[in-house]
């Protein structure tokens, strides 16, 4: 499968955005699926994951009761819509996806990413 990220920007602080996956294949109705993102000078970290079937999801606690994972298989897409933004959410978003059922990986399919930057 490939992975297609969209919808990155520039934002003030406490405003919104929404990412984007566009996916190709037509199995990827299967795969697990979810973002990650990326700081300058740090490592990337998980952000949130959502099952196949939309039925479960996981979120990091710094993003809990902020940003949402959804899914639209007919679409073959997965969004992030991100509220409340903070300059800390500054980073490149990654989507990625599996063919495995557990939420927290391994994801071995990874988009090319998008920039998502907060201003203060």
């Known amino acids: 499968v490939q992975l297609q990220a969209s919808g990155g920007g520039l934002v003030q602080a406490g405003g919104s955005l929404r990412l984007s996956c566009a996916a190709s294949?037509?199995?990827?109705?299967?795969?697990?699926s979810g973002w990650f993102r990326q700081a300058p000078g740090k490592e990337r970290e998980f952000v949130a994951t959502?099952?196949?079937?939309?039925?479960?999801?996981t979120y990091a606690d710094s993003v809990k009761g902020r940003f949402t994972i959804s899914r639209d298989n007919a679409k073959n897409a997965v969004y992030l819509q991100m509220n409340s933004l903070k300059p800390e959410d500054t980073a490149v978003y990654y989507c990625?996806?599996?063919?495995?059922?557990?939420?927290?990986?391994?994801?071995?399919?990874w988009g090319q990413g998008t920039q998502v930057t907060v201003s203060s």
């Open positions: 990625a996806a599996q063919v495995g059922s557990s939420l927290l990986g391994p994801y071995g399919y």
């Open positions: 959502i099952s196949s079937n939309a039925g479960r999801t």
């Open positions: 294949g037509r199995a990827f109705s299967s795969y697990t």
